[in-house]
Every structure is written in C-alpha cells, then in structure tokens.
C-alpha cells in the first residue's frame, strides 16, 4: 500500500522561505515519477514541480520557476520542495503525488496535503 505523508506547510510573510516533505513508503520508488499540486480556495488543482525518482529529471511551472526547488532524497524515500520568495498567490493546500514513469498523465497516490500560507 503506498503512502504519502506531507509536512512542511504553516505560515510565513511574502519573502519568505518553507520547505515542504513528501515521505513515501509501500514501495520502491525508482520507476515513479513524483510530484507537487497545490490548490487554492475555489481554484482548480495544478502542477507544481515533478521529479522522475531515478534520473532526477525535474520539471516545473512557469509560475514558480526560479523560486521552487524539487528533489529527493533515495536514502530517505523522501521528496522536498524548497520554497523561495513566497508570495501571497502562493498560498494554497500543497498535495505530493506519484505515479509510475511509464505511464503519462493522471497521478494515482497522493498524500492528505498541507497548507502553506503567506501574507502579504
């Protein structure tokens, strides 16, 4: 059964700084590709960052770009997105989602979320 449990989330003012953690387990994760989605009140779902597990290729939203980093730690089993430059359009519940990398498209574990807010 896999399982993914976020933490990382709480408050912080525009400028600032979180680092969110995905802890994965129930598996190996080397064929899946991981990933961040956060949602905001009254908006859809969307695409953050994702990271394939074995060759660390990364790819993230425009909207973030330059300010988030994703990454993994094997050891760990554990994914990271380092926020930079927060901004108030940034607030949202942050999901960790993982789906094996062969298969493109709908992602099909995710963790509970955590919420990240920043104020302006």
């Known amino acids: 059964q896999v399982q993914l449990v976020e933490s990382g989330g709480g408050w912080v003012q525009a400028g600032g700084s979180l680092r969110l953690s995905c802890e994965a387990s129930g598996r190996t994760f080397s064929t899946y590709t991981m990933a961040w989605f956060r949602q905001a009140p009254g908006k859809v779902r969307e695409f953050v960052a994702s990271?394939?597990?074995?060759?660390?290729?990364?790819d993230y939203a425009d909207s973030v770009k330059g300010r988030f980093t994703i990454s993994r730690d094997n050891a760990k089993n554990t994914m990271y997105l380092q926020m930079k430059s927060l901004k108030p359009e940034d607030t949202a519940a942050y999901y960790c989602?993982?789906?094996?990398?062969?298969?493109?498209?709908?992602?099909?574990?995710w963790g509970q979320g955590t919420q990240v807010t920043v104020s302006s």
């Open positions: 990271i394939a597990w074995r060759s660390g290729f990364t």
């Open positions: 989602a993982a789906r094996p990398t062969v298969v493109a498209g709908s992602y099909a574990y």
